[in-house]
């Protein structure tokens, strides 16, 4: 049976009982909400099955046809039931509370030690957990084990380094989430966070970022070869399918399976979105720290389950462990340039290109729903173009920048903060990205500027005049942050 968390996530992650503050052992009881008050508990009890048990509960149901998206691969059609056959079900709930326990390695920066460049992998697992999440364990202590070398020969890198071994994860997000909520101020000049999680299923590359950070990854792979000759990057390109890793099959998508392949900019190579459902979702679409996921991927199939063991790994996934090495250096070394960079490398040309291709669609989707011209989308496209001219101005800056970066460098930080809206999207404050947010109905896939998409969704033409404004202003902020350095 796959296993997975059935939490409500897209209303928040991390501790039910804690959303938006740390989960400490100091925290006094009057500050949690109890868990049947916590929008992240689902109501229904909940039981993962086989197959083979599912089988003939879905063999005996009549009633209507199921939808065509909920037919699964048994042999005979679902239907959605009520009855006429009765289940008993006994289903015992562990209601505890426990620690968790997040191991955080630390490399002090020279330079700016208080701007930390963290890199993150998760330790729990389902079951043995080969390639979910060890795998990226693997690859995430080798590549700390590589900064260790560097260390020894007398190189330090220019800022902090943090390396994130989160625990948690499956239930939640738990320990990347609390921790990060517990340095809120601190992340507030972080430059970026790099996650891992299934690090290698196979041997298909891919990746999901935050588009001022897609170009860097890009670059990044250009510098470390591949199992298959020439460099991950070549490799990348030669990928028989566009975009992120895409050979999960629908349900394995609805775990970690997290990717959604975008569009491609500059005819290169496409990064895909971040959704949610790693250790990236609080860092990015909680605190606005720009973030990144990768992994190698091939057929899985054996996800959340007990077969994710060695033997599996070992005859299937990766039998050499050159994915492995290839996804260390890759990891580390976006690590170590992020660190050790002197102007920050982020790309908000591509940004804004993003932002416009997201309103086109959007724009499309209201003339659809609500006839030509019911919205008006002026304000906002006004400010996605003002967001893009900002960020070739500030690319032109970066690629012949001046003596002092310390301006440069804050301007470029604190671009991807200006899209955090204070208040939240509606009926879920935890989510505070203008740009990015997991959906409420897509499980864990990406929804972009997720106040306007899902106001479209519902058909709430009030609300998506409000959420344009929202977004405009969100756009206009970032912009004058870009522009605030001349
Ligand atoms: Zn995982």
Request: charged share 20%; net charge negative.
């Amino acid at each position: 049976m796959q296993r997975g968390s059935v939490g409500y996530m897209f209303e928040f992650p991390g501790d039910p009982t804690t959303p938006g503050i740390a989960s400490l052992p100091s925290l006094p009881e009057s500050k949690r909400i109890s868990p049947d008050k916590s929008a992240q508990m689902p109501k229904i009890p909940i039981t993962p099955l086989s197959y083979h048990d599912a089988w003939p509960i879905l063999q005996h149901l009549a009633g209507p046809d199921s939808p065509r998206e909920w037919q699964g691969a048994l042999p005979f059609t679902y239907h959605v039931g009520p009855g006429p056959v009765r289940v008993k079900m006994h289903l015992k709930q562990d209601y505890q509370f426990r620690t968790l326990w997040d191991v955080i390695g630390r490399v002090r920066g020279s330079d700016s030690p208080g701007e930390w460049v963290i890199a993150g992998n998760h330790r729990d697992a389902w079951v043995y957990g080969a390639v979910d999440p060890n795998s990226g364990t693997a690859a995430m202590l080798e590549a700390a084990h590589g900064i260790g070398e560097l260390l020894k020969s007398g190189w330090k890198p220019k800022r902090t380094m943090i390396f994130a071994s989160w625990d948690g994860e499956e239930e939640g997000l738990m320990g990347s989430t609390e921790w990060a909520e517990q340095y809120e101020s601190e992340l507030a000049n972080a430059p970026a966070y790099f996650n891992m999680d299934v690090a290698v299923s196979g041997p298909k590359f891919g990746a999901s970022a935050v588009p001022s950070l897609k170009q860097f990854i890009r670059d990044v792979t250009k510098a470390v070869p591949s199992p298959k000759g020439g460099t991950v990057y070549e490799a990348w390109q030669k990928g028989d399918q566009p975009g992120a890793p895409s050979t999960q099959s629908p349900t394995e998508a609805i775990g970690d399976g997290r990717r959604m392949p975008a569009a491609p900019a500059k005819g290169d190579v496409p990064v895909g979105d971040l959704g949610s459902g790693s250790d990236y979702s609080v860092f990015q679409q909680h605190l606005g720290v720009p973030s990144s996921d990768m992994s190698s991927s091939g057929p899985y199939g054996v996800y959340h389950s007990v077969f994710d063991n060695f033997a599996w790994f070992k005859k299937f996934g990766d039998p050499d462990f050159t994915y492995e090495q290839e996804m260390a250096r890759v990891f580390g070394l976006e690590a170590l340039r992020m660190a050790d960079a002197d102007v920050l490398p982020y790309d908000y040309e591509e940004y804004g290109k993003e932002v416009a291709a997201y309103l086109d669609a959007a724009g499309k989707r209201a003339e659809n729903k609500f006839g030509n011209h019911a919205l008006d989308f002026n304000a906002v496209t006004l400010a996605a173009k003002h967001f893009q001219d900002a960020g070739t101005k500030i690319l032109a800056k970066q690629k012949n920048p001046p003596r002092a970066l310390a301006r440069l460098n804050q301007a470029l930080r604190s671009a991807e903060r200006a899209l955090l809206v204070p208040e939240g999207l509606p009926h879920r404050p935890w989510f505070r990205h203008a740009i990015y947010a997991p959906g409420e109905y897509t499980g864990y896939a990406a929804v972009v500027i997720p106040g306007v998409n899902e106001a479209l969704d519902k058909g709430d033409a009030e609300r998506a005049r409000q959420q344009l404004a929202v977004l405009a202003a969100a756009l206009e902020r970032a912009a004058k942050v870009l522009e605030s350095y001349r």
